[in-house]
């Protein structure tokens, strides 16, 4: 749509606050008010609205689209989601392990296997791993852990993290990246070695790179989402 407005402010609303473009305050796609839990999460959706020029890009609107999806989905369905993304634990990407060459085994187990331990310190939650695609079944008390992890998680931290784990396909580093025992950086390159080790041997396709570099785009603002939930 075309951009109608002159003026964006960030105002106090009922439980947290607001966007008000010339005053008034704006509403979510299911037309429920506009309400950031912290004071920087509505500056950095308010920065979105006054950055865009001739149009308005929801694209280029990471904050407020997610913002959108916490207050409209997140927090309506939340026993639904929680489920979701605690389901990724039954087939973490960090439990399947390839079965060669050495130096991708080596390099899996390097960056891998920290992360782990990690999960079990942390968390309690013990993970087995396995080689190739066949599916290992995890240990329940290790699956009621990671869920309990997930559902410590508000539901502005939990849009944050559902999209860190469905991009990455761990949820593990997900929860690592969320706690701050990963920076999104690093978990993003953990969670592409394969693709990286194949990339290494046979050459960089271009469509392939273009799609992980908007991933990867999503992975930071995901990251980013969380730390404004969280921000005082």
Not at 102 to 122: N, S, T, V
Request: proline share 4%; glycine share 8%; with cysteine.
């Amino acid at each position: 749509m075309k951009r109608f407005y002159k003026e964006v402010q960030v105002i106090e609303a009922q439980g947290g606050w607001s966007v008000a473009l010339d005053g008034k305050p704006i509403r979510t796609p299911a037309k429920t008010p506009f309400v950031a839990q912290t004071a920087a999460m509505a500056e950095a959706a308010a920065e979105e609205w006054r950055a865009q020029e001739a149009e308005v890009k929801p694209a280029e609107m990471p904050v407020t689209k997610a913002v959108n999806s916490a207050i409209d989905r997140t927090a309506v369905e939340y026993e639904g989601v929680v489920e979701m993304v605690a389901g990724y634990g039954g087939s973490d990407l960090l439990c399947y392990r390839a079965d060669g060459p050495e130096g991708l085994i080596a390099r899996q187990a390097e960056a891998w296997d920290p992360l782990l331990l990690w999960a079990a310190k942390a968390h309690g939650a013990r993970l087995l791993t396995t080689t190739g695609v066949m599916h290992a079944l995890q240990p329940e008390d290790g699956q009621r852990a990671l869920r309990a992890a997930v559902a410590a998680h508000d539901p502005f931290e939990l849009t944050g993290l559902y999209d860190l784990v469905a991009l990455s396909g761990s949820l593990v580093i997900g929860l690592a990246v969320s706690s701050g025992r990963l920076s999104p950086e690093e978990g993003w390159t953990i969670s592409r070695i394969d693709e990286t080790w194949q990339e290494e041997f046979w050459g960089v396709d271009e469509e392939a790179a273009k799609v992980a570099a908007r991933k990867a785009g999503e992975f930071a603002a995901a990251a980013r989402f969380v730390e404004l939930a969280r921000r005082k």
